[in-house]
């Protein structure tokens, strides 16, 4: 049996039109409608026939939903949530895809005060955002953690997770201030870390852009893909996570000092019995499945 | 006309090994010769049948070479050029692979009084070691920077970049110390930076190493990858390359301390215009074939 027959996503971007098209292709028969706050992006959703019906507002998108997702960046969820709570059936699950848990648990709470609330968060994504970049394999072997607020609905709860894995995911379920904690280490600060050498390369005078573009597969390549990730989302997630975040900085800051330290004094071995240590992290990472075991994340060398 | 007919490898690890198996491709007649200190790697490589003869001292691969190139970690340059020294025709050019090219240049002149040297440095590479990870396209499409010294031998250099086009290079000429600097942002400090996120979320307690695997597809695991990379190899480099690397990392923690002040202030149009500016760089850099396309780095999903 379907855990829902009706299936609302607000926000079409790079997720919520990935959710749309593995909807589609593993429970075709549910109705699936949806909505985007952007006129352009609900035109090109209707042209790709991505859902059944896409209205132009979104409430009108959610009027006979078992279950809403919204897929708009964390810092919007409030507002849209506020857009839909006159229109939402009491009976309705409303979930989300924040990469932040704890700030978006308190927006719904207070924008839709006794709806049935189970924040979630498909780890899984690229560099591209937009309707045309979602496909829907996105969610395959990638974990989606749900976070249930601790007075919650389990059984709410337990059918978010069988909808997640019927997309093709894993799910875990933790609390959402320790998802918080979890993410500000495994994605929040990889990115800001990714975000600012970008930038640091892009300010120097005396090395052109044109020779860090050019020598980029020296390393700097690797950083640059997450770089390219939403920015309206990630000014969002750092806001949202704005604690976690800052103690992962700082943590990572001393752990820098020190071998910043063991450069200024040449002091080798310290680097060595670090750098060892790091290959272990990489090789469980890919027997996990959580990445390709192919060298050079299976780049094609002709 | 090939610009050598008797080509010398020492060290037959990734790079080593990727060199004779491009030669032995793209320039059949090249009578190849190579040495490692391994005796293991040796086996390996004649086992693999790598070069026409694998010598069980650095100084018997040398004596009849056109083209001696040194494979090994930059830290060991001295004293493999040391170990050839007696036995290097007066004819034979000396090159290298490292990743630093002032402490290399000036190892080999100190080693090698009068002896033809143009260091070089192709920019490509695995996070994999040995001589089994090689292979024939590693340097195809890639840069490789030639070094030569100020007052070197222009004809030398012109060879040795001849070399590196047929095995499928684009070759540029800079000098060994902006070499350094460009290398230091484009390489070094991102590998330096990779080796310290992923050595902060490994000592973590309140987040298992389990949760930092399980969830690193938020964008962890791209760090991953480079931090992966040969520890002997990176300790050698960031010692040679003291100064570049100590500059471009206080310029990084300038900026990085600038966003996390974003953060801690709440300010999210200095975080929104910093994430904008960063996307640009990713398109060049995809756009000058320095990168895939494709979304996720191509990885399969699926």
Chains 1, 2 share one sequence.
């Not at 609900?42 to 279950?67: H, M, Q």
């Not at 997309?167 to 320790?178: K, Q, R, W």
Request: charged share 25%; proline share 4%; aromatic share 6%.
């Amino acid at each position: 049996m379907l855990p829902f027959a009706r299936v609302t996503i607000i926000g079409l971007g790079l997720i919520g039109s990935s959710i749309a098209r593995a909807v589609r292709e593993t429970m075709p028969t549910v109705r699936l409608t949806g909505h985007d706050a952007s006129a352009e992006v609900r035109e090109i959703a209707r042209r790709l026939d991505l859902l059944d019906d896409v209205t132009d507002t979104a409430g009108a998108a959610v009027t006979d939903a078992e279950l809403v997702i919204l897929c708009v960046p964390v810092g919007a969820m409030g507002a849209v949530a506020a857009e839909i709570a006159a229109d939402l059936p009491a009976e309705a699950i409303v979930s989300d895809v924040g990469s932040s848990k704890e700030s978006v648990a308190k927006a719904l709470r207070e924008a839709l005060p006794g709806a049935i609330v189970v924040p979630a968060h498909p780890v899984a994504g690229t560099e591209q955002s937009g309707p045309e970049a979602g496909f829907a394999s996105l969610f395959h072997g990638r974990w989606c953690i749900v976070t249930p607020l601790a007075d919650g609905d389990a059984v709410a709860a337990a059918r978010v997770g069988e909808f997640w894995r019927r997309l093709g995911s894993n799910v875990e379920t933790m609390a959402p201030d320790h998802h918080d904690r979890v993410l500000a280490i495994t994605s929040h600060l990889p990115h800001l870390i990714a975000y600012t050498i970008v930038g640091t390369a892009n300010d120097l005078a005396e090395v052109t852009e044109s020779e860090v573009i050019k020598f980029s597969a020296g390393g700097f390549r690797d950083f640059t893909r997450i770089a390219a990730s939403d920015p309206t989302m990630w000014r969002d997630v750092f806001l949202t996570n704005k604690e976690a975040v800052l103690e992962m900085l700082q943590r990572f800051s001393e752990d820098l000092s020190q071998l910043q330290r063991a450069i200024r004094w040449g002091d080798g071995d310290t680097l060595f019995e670090h750098f060892t240590q790091t290959r272990a992290i990489r090789r469980s990472i890919v027997d996990q499945g959580q990445d390709d075991a192919a060298a050079d994340f299976g780049r094609k060398h002709d």
